[in-house]
């Protein structure tokens, strides 16, 4: 009967002892090929892995340039093409003390305008915009394509991007940062409130760096938001108002935005500016304010939500037409001091300011249907609502004497003009049938 432990190796003990070593030495071959297979395997995952975290620093993939390793130093190098474009972009036309503007949030509302009145001056431009689904992507490819046509070039990334940005940096001479991107509205943060702490702060920080460590360093103007003055009861809001007090996690981190402002200009150097946005509306506007859906609703004769706050009081609104927010813009960025610091270092005290841009007259949210139905000639269905808590706050109204002495500000366009222009637009971009739209979110009132 044969022996169960020898059943494979034949009786001969010369030939049992050569099969014996040609069986071990099939199984260690075995071995070290299912080893070498789990390595690859593991080193493939691992390089995949690695692949789907630089494409995730740069939403743009690849396109753009690829990420490198330089003695354990992760680096970004560009494509010549896109070099050539950022570079084309940022080519001054005008003579008289140009400047060069990286457009943070440039695909975005007020960031296309900026853009728009900087480049048409003659000023070198770039955008920045990370084409985020907060609201529909095809309106921000739109104002992509337009820039375009106007000699702006916008890249896709997000602003949290340190080796892209270092990148611009060193391959143009930055003057001026206007800092427009940032996750917008209100009610979004009861959903989605990591997005205000990624671009909000997160963002704004990693764009601070970068700028303290350029040099020269750019001066910077970016937008806080008339949000910041919360529960307050007195108005006009002035720029010396108590801002402690958010209503809204959005405006929790324009607040946390403005200190954070303090401290980079404390340490480091960096002139800043800040700009106080008072519900701006217009052409290109965001699909996600009010006078936006009312519009789109009107015209498809659905209802709309007008909400009302404490003992049925109708909100108001210091609703600002874009024009004169982008006045404001420029003059920021003309009247900015240089950076007082070099290399991350500070040299001597640098400028910080803060001011209001707002229209000063406030105006209720029904008088806002009532000129609607006026440019569209329809009646809309109103559905009168109380205020839901969702952080939003009944009135805004702007104190912007700062800003008329120190920049020269001056609005000039009413409700009643400012849209009609907007209609004329949007009959023209959508037509009477008005879109359909994606990752658009609820209604929102303020900014």
Not at 254 to 265: D, Q, V
Request: aromatic share 10%.
């Amino acid at each position: 009967m044969p022996s169960s432990t020898h059943d494979n190796f034949p009786s001969t003990p010369g030939k049992v002892k050569m099969e014996r070593s040609n069986y071990f030495g099939r199984v260690a071959s075995r071995w070290h090929s299912t080893a070498s297979a789990r390595l690859l395997g593991c080193s493939a995952l691992l390089l995949a892995f690695a692949l789907v975290v630089l494409f995730r620093v740069s939403s743009s993939g690849f396109a753009d340039g690829g990420y490198f390793s330089n003695n354990g130093v992760l680096t970004f190098k560009p494509t010549l093409m896109w070099e050539k474009q950022v570079r084309q972009s940022c080519l001054p036309t005008r003579g008289d003390n140009p400047m060069v503007v990286l457009v943070t949030g440039a695909a975005g509302f007020v960031g296309t305008h900026v853009s728009l009145a900087l480049k048409k001056r003659g000023d070198g431009v770039v955008g920045i915009d990370n084409f985020n689904s907060y609201y529909e992507i095809s309106l921000k490819r739109a104002r992509q394509e337009h820039l375009a046509t106007h000699g702006v070039f916008v890249i896709e990334a997000d602003i949290n991007n340190a080796l892209l940005l270092k990148s611009l940096f060193e391959m143009v001479q930055i003057t001026h940062v206007m800092h427009l991107a940032a996750q917008a509205g209100v009610r979004y943060a009861m959903e989605n409130p990591g997005s205000y702490v990624h671009s909000n702060i997160a963002g704004l920080v990693n764009l601070f760096e970068i700028c303290k460590a350029a040099n020269p360093q750019p001066a910077i103007v970016w937008a806080s938001s008339s949000s910041v003055y919360g529960l307050n009861t007195k108005v006009p809001f002035s720029e010396v108002d108590r801002t402690d007090q958010p209503a809204s996690l959005y405006a929790a981190t324009k607040k946390a935005g403005e200190e954070i402002a303090h401290t980079y200009n404390h340490i480091y150097g960096l002139s800043i500016t800040g700009l106080r946005f008072f519900t701006v509306y217009g052409p290109w506007g965001r699909p996600d304010m009010a006078y936006f859906s009312f519009t789109r609703d009107i015209l498809k004769g659905k209802p709309i939500n007008i909400y009302q706050g404490a003992n049925n009081k109708d909100l108001a609104r210091d609703f600002t037409y874009i024009d004169d927010i982008v006045k404001g813009c420029v003059a920021s960025l003309d009247t900015a001091e240089r950076s007082t610091g070099s290399g991350g270092k500070k040299t001597g005290p640098a400028q910080l300011r803060i001011f209001n841009l707002g229209n000063t007259s406030p105006v209720t949210v029904p008088t806002l249907v009532d000129i609607l139905e006026k440019y569209l000639n329809m009646k809309a269905i109103r559905n009168i609502v109380k205020m839901p808590r969702n952080g939003d706050v009944p009135f805004t109204h702007a104190n912007v004497s700062s800003a008329q002495t120190q920049l020269n500000y001056k609005p000039i366009t009413d409700l009643d003009t400012g849209l009609k222009k907007f209609v004329k637009w949007y009959l023209s971009y959508y037509g009477d049938n008005t879109h359909h739209h994606s990752g658009l979110v609820n209604q929102e009132p303020i900014i």
